[in-house]
């Protein structure tokens, strides 16, 4: 599957933005998904996870409560709704898929395919 996301953009503290990401190739419904985040000069870091259906989701410490990640598998497209963005927020997001059942979700290498990022900045 190819992935790209989307949506990113300069917003203010407090504000709100929805990425998404966008599959080409198999259906998202074969697939664990997964949202990353890289700030300058630091490494991957988890934000969300999905699984196949939907159903159950886990979320980074930093983010639950704010953010919301959601699949539509007849669209084939993945969403990250972030609401009371922060500075700290501030990074490229990416959206990961990986058909394994079983693995760390939480960690960027861990998946088979990744979509080129799109840039969230959050002004204070």
């Known amino acids: 599957v190819q992935l790209q996301a989307s949506g990113g953009g300069l917003v203010q503290a407090g504000d709100s933005l929805r990425l998404s990401c966008a599959a080409a190739?198999?259906?998202?419904?074969?697939?664990?998904m997964g949202w990353f985040r890289q700030a300058p000069g630091k490494d991957h870091e988890f934000v969300a996870a999905?699984?196949?259906?939907?159903?159950?989701?886990s979320y980074a410490d930093s983010v639950k409560g704010r953010f919301t990640i959601s699949i539509d598998n007849v669209k084939n497209m993945m969403y990250l709704q972030m609401n009371s963005l922060k500075p700290e927020d501030t990074a490229v997001y990416y959206c990961a898929a990986d058909p394994r059942y079983y693995f760390d979700y939480f960690k960027w290498d861990q998946y088979a395919q990744w979509g080129q990022g799109t840039q969230v900045t959050v002004s204070s």
């Open positions: 190739g198999r259906s998202f419904s074969r697939y664990v």
């Open positions: 999905i699984n196949r259906s939907g159903s159950r989701t």
